[in-house]
């Protein structure tokens, strides 16, 4: 099992839609948790952190489940500027320093 | 800019020579740490420093790669003996160090060093 799997994706919406991203971890220790935004052959960028509380930017929200091992992010009023790669990243457990990412979904809106 | 630089961003290399890449974290941050990405997957962690000091270097890493980065500052990242399946987009991130010495806080990444052996 990966320690941190996606929805296989890709994901074709039109603008405006809401569109969610699942993600599950194995490592119950983990401690970190984030959204990276990939564009095509450009490095990872820091979307935002995850918190058990759950945390909200703009158009997008984040919400972590513990119990479950779960993490998601939603984005609303999809932008033609969205269209990227949203990786699912987990930090701590067995490591303090390494991210271990998710495969990654691929989101493509349209007009 | 003052974020994380690469260079050089983009290597041909021929099967069995040598590489040496480089990275510049961002000024303030003490932890470095150097990834692998091949196409349709996410980042694999490699290696991480604190300061000068190598904390963590994963299986990934043979015994082929060594990284270093003697003053605290940069970095370097050398394979040996490249082969095919070393071909990839190589990334460096930075971060503070948590609170003692725990968690990393968020890591920027720099634009990656794309090589190809050939």
């Known amino acids: 099992r990966k320690e941190v799997e996606q929805d296989p994706g890709p994901f074709n919406v039109p603008e405006g839609a809401t569109v969610a991203f699942n993600c599950t971890y194995s490592?119950?220790?983990?401690?970190?948790f984030f959204w990276y935004r990939q564009d095509c052959r450009k490095e990872p960028k820091l979307l935002m952190s995850?918190?058990?509380s759950g945390n909200e930017d703009g158009r997008f929200t984040a919400q972590l489940n513990r119990a479950s091992q779960y993490i998601s992010l939603l984005i609303r009023d999809s932008k033609l500027s969205d269209s990227a790669t949203y990786l699912c990243?987990?930090?701590?457990?067995?490591?303090?320093?390494?991210?271990?990412f998710g495969q990654g979904t691929i989101l493509t809106v349209h007009p | 800019d003052t974020g994380v630089s690469q260079n050089p961003r983009h290597k041909i290399t021929k099967r069995g020579q040598n590489v040496t890449f480089r990275c510049d974290p961002i000024?303030?941050?003490?932890?470095l740490y150097w990834y692998r990405q091949t196409l349709g997957q996410g980042p694999e962690f490699l290696t991480y420093?604190?300061?000068?000091?190598?904390?963590?270097k994963s299986r990934l890493l043979s015994d082929r790669f060594s990284a270093e980065r003697p003053k605290g500052s940069f970095s370097t990242l050398e394979i040996q003996r490249t082969e095919q399946g070393d071909s990839a987009m190589y990334l460096c991130?930075?971060?503070?160090?948590?609170?003692?010495?725990?968690?990393?806080?968020?890591?920027?990444f720099g634009p990656g060093t794309r090589l190809t052996v050939t």
């Open positions: 995850v918190y058990s």
């Open positions: 991130a930075s971060s503070l160090a948590g609170t003692s010495g725990g968690l990393s806080y968020e890591q920027y």
């Open positions: 990243v987990v930090n701590g457990g067995t490591s303090y320093g390494k991210l271990t």
């Open positions: 000024s303030e941050h003490n932890r």
């Open positions: 490592n119950s220790a983990s401690q970190s």
């Open positions: 420093f604190q300061n000068e000091a190598q904390l963590e």
